[in-house]
Each structure stands twice: as C-alpha cells, then as structure tokens.
C-alpha cells in the first residue's frame, strides 16, 4: 500500500527525478511489506471475515455440523425486540461518553495548558486512568458507588443527613453515570489532543486578538474554539465510534443492568455468545460493525466539513 | 504491485474461509467405540488402583469447586502414581468452557452442571464419556442415580455431592418472634405465616435483584406440582409455553407479593451479600434460596449459631416439595478426548472417587453423603442436612427438566426494576427458549 503514496511517475518528468523515483522505489521493496500484511491478514483481516461468514450459518455448541442458513439469524434477530432496543442504548450511551469525555478533555486542557511543573505532573496524573484496566475501573466505581458505598458515605458526611442513593440502580440515570466513568477513564486521552492542539496555535493569532482587546473567553469562543477543530474531530470521533464498542466498563459496573437499561448490544453479543449460539452471536456483532460504519461515515464527514470552514 | 497484494489478501481470506468452514472440534472427534462399547467391562472400568505412572490427568473447575476434588485428587495421585492438575477456569464458568470446548480445546474431567439442558450446551454426545454401567451408580442412595446426570438415556455426568434443593431458608428467631411455631405445609399457609410475620412489624421475605439471580427461584417452586405432572416435557414439546397460564401465573404472583411488600424495600438494590446478612441480622424471616446460599450464612457464621437460627423447609403450592436443581459443583463429566489412556484413567479418577475414596471425600469437604454405605459426616450442618433429606421427593427445576435454559432470572430482575412486565417477561423467556431449542434441532421449534 505504501506504492500509492508515491507520486505518480509523469512523462514530462526530468530524467534525474525519474531516476530518483526508481532508487526511491528500490529502498522500499515489496516485500518489506509482507511481515506488516501478514500480521494485518492474520490479526485483523482474518477474524473480520469469520465474522461475516459465520453469521450465515447455524454454528453453536449444541451440534458438529456446521451448516448454511443464509439471512435466517438476521431476521430472526430483528423479530427480536432486544437488538434494537440494545443498539438504542449503544447509541445513548455512545453520545453521552463523547459528550462527557470531550467535555472533561477539553476542560482539562485548559486548566493544564501553561508548561508549568505542576501543570506537567496533573497531566500525567489525569493521563493515568487511560492505562488502567478498564474492568479494574470498573469494579473500584462498583465499590464506590453503592447504597453504602464511599461516595454516599462521604456525601452523609458533607450534609448531616443520611444519604443513600442507588447510583447504579436507576433505570434512567444509571446510564449517565456509566458514560460518566468511561468518560473519566478516557478522558486523558482527549486532553492530550487537545493540549497538543492548543498548542499548535499560532502566539500571533492570539496576540493579535488581545490586542483588539478580546478576553479569554471571547479569545477562546473566536479564535481557539473554531482552531481547535481538528482535534475535536479526532476526539469525538474516536469516543463515539469506541464506545459504541464499549464493553468492559459497563459489565463491571451493571452487567447491563438495572433492568437491561445499561445493556449495550456487545453485553448481549457477550451473553448469547456464551449460551452456545455462537451463529447468532457472530450475527449481531457483524450488525454492530455496520452501524458503526455507517454511523462513522457521516460523523466524520461533517466534523471535516467543519474544519474547512476556517 | 497493488493488483499482487490485493491477490494475495484474497487468496488468504479464502483459505482462511475454507478452513473455517468446520467446526475444530469435529476434527478431535472421538473413536467413541473404544469407549462406549459394554461388552469389555474390565477394560471400560478399570480397577480403581491400576497404575497409571506418567499419565496427567487435567480438572477444569470454577472459583467455587476447585477445592472439592483437591483431597481426592491428591489421595489418586498417591494410589496410582497419576499426576492430577485442577485448573481454575475463571467465572463466568460455564461460558468459558463452552467457548473452549467449541475451539477444541478440552481436558480430561470437568466440574459440570448435570443436567440435560446443559449437557446438549456442551454437545455430550460428541465430546464427553459416556458413563454407563458405571460401578458407583448402583450405590446411590434413594432416586439420584435416575435424578440427573443422563442425557437421553445415557449417562454423561457423575454426581459427587447434594443436588441443590430451591427452598426456603428461615429466621427461627423471627418465627418464634411472630408466634409460629411450625413450618409452613404448604403455599397458602406460607402465605398466611407472611402476613401474620408482616402484621409483627418484620419483613416476610428478602429478594436480591441487583445480583439477578435468585429471582428465578420464586418462579420455579411455584411449579412444583405442574413439573411432577410433566410441565417441562409439554414445554419442550412446543406444546405449552412460558405464555400459558401455569407459568406466567406463576410469575404473575410473584409480582403481586413483590407489589403487595411481601418483601424487603431495597430489593431493587439487594445484592446476594445483602440477602446473607439479612437473614442472620434479623432484618427479613425467609429467604427462597439454593444451597449456595447455605454456604454463604456459612462463612458469615460458625456451624451451632447457624444450626440455632437457620431452618430450611422445602415448599410447593400443594405441600413440602422441593425444586432440586443440581448445579456445577454436584458433578463431573469425563471429555472423550481421543487418547485412550487418559480417558481410561479418567473414568478409574471416578471410579475411586465415588469408590473407595467416597468416605474419605465426604469427610474431607464435610458433605451429606450420597451412598448408602457411606456415613455422612458428624459436622454437616442441620439446615444442609434438611435440605438433603427433601431430595427424594422432590422434582425437577426447569434447568434439570427443560432442554434449554433461558435467562429467565434476568427477564424477572427487569420485571423487578420495573423494565418489563409479567407478560414481557414470558414472551422474553419463551422466544429465548425457541431459540435454543431450534439451534439443538429439537422437534416442534
């Protein structure tokens, strides 16, 4: 693939930059990129393609054979009220993390924006969470957050009266709370994009700026704001398109419950794969692989858009 | 160049899709007339001392069973110079080794839920021993031999300890507290004994939502007496469903006693912990629980406080009938896994274990025991004690009677949160139980 980053040999072209172009193509033979594809085929391409394949069939624990059954697990998942509703609660829960974690991202990067040592040791404080297990994120927010967890101790502490709230049991909010702490959990990352995008904007610009006598907050609704654009590409995309995958942090803390209001389609996936229906469960993690691509698609494309406004 | 590496990463996906094609374990398929054939008895169980120098034996087992086999297992090393290793495979257990055993990996012996249902889940016919004219299976006391254990008439599983029995564990403090003074004989008057315990300020029952699944047990006792009159067998048919009166009734009541304060009023929150601690602290008088349960008051308290203050009673809507439901700490199945050696030894492990080693086991782990030539043990708590005496007349869960077993539980602990309705609930648990049913071929699905 690397070929199709060269540029396209021209016939008007000086011969001494042809014969540029031919040395260039001999330091990178083909075969350089054969180590890289095999991992690609074996790691990435082969398991895709099972993926597709096996949702055509009936495979499960329950018999040897394995047989073609053409589009019957799609139809019967759609019969199926619990993928949709799984795939709603994916979504809610996939803007809320994008929402949250580009929130706390960029809140971040600006209270961390000035080089100064302690700026420097929070950065790599809050950046933290970023390595942690997700699973082990998971259990501690569990703890924290029952009936007579830390947060209510500490809260019955703060007002005198006894504070007792279900964090995790509401049907409605609970899922709010989770986006919150995937959010917390990833919420480095952003701020690492966004510092670095902070930083790529020109002193000038700024300057300029206050010199016309803007504040920080005009400074930053104006001029950084709509600069930082990139980044903000690059940060929702990726915390939407990965939560929408998000597993790990959701079954420590609710397992989907209470409920099912927390059940995300890949604890589904998850849950009937275990059963033995393996067809069925390969089935519904290709129908996640196509929403998330057709959701990524215009995502992008109109937080690129955005960015060409400048 | 492009038009190569496209080739290429097409001609590997298509022989990756080729080889795909079949299930791995087909490949290990067993040569199954080694072990099945009778007419060799001498060979198919061998003597439980034979020496088996050099032979590995590997156990899968889960947090919860891997100490069980340990004394055994030591003590068959010993005899036969056999190298035993327990494995723990992490929980959610029975997933893991389905997974596993689906990519053809297996081991020797597995701590295993003995029931149809979850026998077809590892496809026993392909992958395990069968264990018929087993040695031990004649010393089984009272009905158990024929309980469980046996798909299709061949018996797959070897039950090592109690069944576990869906019945109700009770404060006798509170009893006495309220002015009862004998257990219920039936539902109604279980009833009858909430409301006069309800009437004293305490709270009849305690429910742990949050952790999902007990929910199923108020369900299933419910069905007692439909289950002795071959409830599971119409359901399995296709001929009854979880829609019908008999069980969406069931459910129905259980959302009326819930609705009506039966029980406690965080049990949306309640967590299995919580439920331990309600019944030894006072704070409820019955819990409707299996013998996970018991261990759990175990490890809160020692064995004469809870012989004191514990009882258990078995109930159905017409008497004392328990539900048992044998679960994968009672039992171990043997995978066929082609070496004939291993799975010579591996049926002689059983052999002794249910043989000659059976009193020194039960000692060891402290449990009822399940011959008739085997004393159990003088430390077995009472309550454990009542709950295996209500195995002979008892019938069968719908995880022990049902080809399939659907999350029933997690449809009630939606009902409880208040997610789904009764109705909800039973169509959830009916077009999931279709589902498996169709994926084992079953007929009428």
């Known amino acids: 693939m690397t070929t199709t980053l060269l540029p396209a040999r021209r016939k008007d072209q000086p011969r001494d930059a042809r014969l540029a172009d031919r040395r260039s193509r001999q330091d990178h033979p083909s075969w350089f990129l054969w180590p890289a594809l095999a991992m690609l085929v074996i790691f990435f391409f082969t398991p895709t393609i099972y993926n597709f394949v096996y949702a055509f069939t009936d495979w499960s624990s329950f018999k040897s054979e394995i047989g073609f059954v053409g589009f019957d697990n799609f139809v019967k998942l759609l019969q199926n009220g619990s993928l949709l509703s799984d795939l709603r609660v994916t979504l809610i829960y996939a803007i809320l993390v994008a929402i949250f974690q580009n929130l706390f991202g960029l809140g971040l990067a600006l209270v961390l924006e000035r080089d100064t040592r302690i700026n420097r040791f929070a950065r790599a404080a809050f950046f933290v969470p970023v390595i942690m297990s997700a699973l082990a994120v998971g259990y501690v927010f569990q703890a924290i957050l029952k009936p007579d967890g830390v947060l209510n101790n500490f809260l019955t502490t703060l007002t005198g009266g006894e504070v007792s709230i279900p964090w995790l049991g509401s049907t409605t909010w609970t899922i709010v709370v989770v986006a919150i702490i995937h959010a917390w959990k990833w919420m480095g990352l952003s701020m690492l994009i966004y510092l670095a995008g902070l930083k790529t904007i020109n002193e000038e610009v700024i300057e300029a700026a206050q010199l016309d006598g803007a504040g920080y907050w005009r400074i930053f609704k104006a001029v950084r704001w709509p600069l930082l654009a990139p980044a903000v590409t690059f940060n929702f995309a990726t915390a939407l398109l990965g939560s929408m995958n998000g597993f790990d942090i959701v079954q420590a803390t609710t397992a989907g419950g209470p409920g099912g209001s927390t059940e995300l389609l890949n604890i589904f996936i998850f849950r009937t794969f275990g059963q033995g229906l393996f067809a069925q469960a390969t089935a519904m993690s290709l129908v996640l692989f196509l929403v998330v691509a057709l959701l990524a698609f215009p995502v992008i494309i109109y937080l690129r858009r955005r960015e060409r406004v400048l | ?445």
Request: aromatic share 10%; proline share 4%.
């Open chain 2, 1 to 445: 160049m492009r038009k190569s590496i496209a080739g290429l990463a097409a001609a590997a996906a298509f022989a990756v899709v080729a080889a795909g094609c079949s299930d791995p374990t087909t490949a290990e398929a067993p040569d199954s007339s080694s072990s099945a054939g009778g007419e060799m008895a001498a060979e198919q169980w061998p003597a439980q001392d034979t020496s088996r120098e050099g032979v590995t034996l590997t156990i899968w087992a889960a947090q919860n069973s891997t100490q069980t086999a340990e004394s055994v297992a030591t003590e068959f090393e010993e005899l036969t110079g056999a190298t035993v290793d327990i494995e723990t495979i992490p929980d959610p257990y029975e997933q893991s080794i389905q997974t596993k055993v689906a990519t053809g990996d297996m081991p020797d012996l597995a701590f295993w839920q003995p029931t149809a249902s979850m026998l077809t889940a590892l496809n026993a016919k392909t992958n395990l021993q069968p264990l018929d004219g087993a040695p031990w299976v004649d010393s089984y006391t009272g009905s158990l031999a024929d309980m469980t254990g046996l798909l299709d008439g061949t018996r797959y599983a070897a039950l090592v300890t109690t069944p576990a029995v869906e019945g109700v564990y009770y404060n006798k403090d509170l009893f006495e507290q309220a002015g009862i003074t004998e257990t219920p004989s039936n539902w109604d008057e279980m009833i009858e004994d909430a409301d006069t315990l309800k009437a004293a300020g305490i709270t009849p029952f305690y429910e742990m939502a949050a952790d999902r699944w007990a929910t199923q047990w108020w369900v299933q006792v419910q069905l007692a007496d439909a289950a002795a009159d071959g409830l599971w067998d119409r359901v399995n048919a296709n001929e009854e469903t979880f829609t019908d009166p008999t069980i969406l009734g069931a459910i129905e009541n259980y959302k009326s006693l819930i609705d009506d304060g039966y029980f406690n009023d965080d049990i949306k929150t309640a967590t299995f912990i919580d439920q331990g601690n309600a019944l030894l602290d006072d704070e409820a008088a019955m819990v409707m629980q299996v013998n996970s349960y018991f261990g759990q008051l175990q490890s809160l308290s020692d064995s004469a406080t809870l012989d004191e203050k514990v009882g258990f009673f078995p109930i159905s809507p017409s008497g004392n009938v328990g539900t048992f439901i044998p679960d994968q700490s009672n039992a171990v199945v043997a995978f066929a896994t082609g070496d004939d050696e291993r799975e010579a030894t591996a049926r002689q492990f059983l052999s002794y274990w249910l043989g000659d080693g059976y009193q020194s086991f039960v000692d060891t782990v402290e449990t009822v025991s399940l011959q008739d030539g085997v004393e159990s043990p003088a430390g077995v708590p009472m309550a454990l004690q009542e709950v295996a005496a209500s195995l002979d007349n008892s019938v069968g869960s719908m995880q022990a009677l049902a080809i399939a077993n659907p999350d029933l539980y997690i449809y009630l602990a939606d009902m409880i949160q208040g997610t789904k309705t009764p109705q909800e609930v039973a169509e959830a648990t009916q077009q999931q139980f279709a589902e498996f049913a169709a994926a084992q071929g079953a007929a009428g699905f």
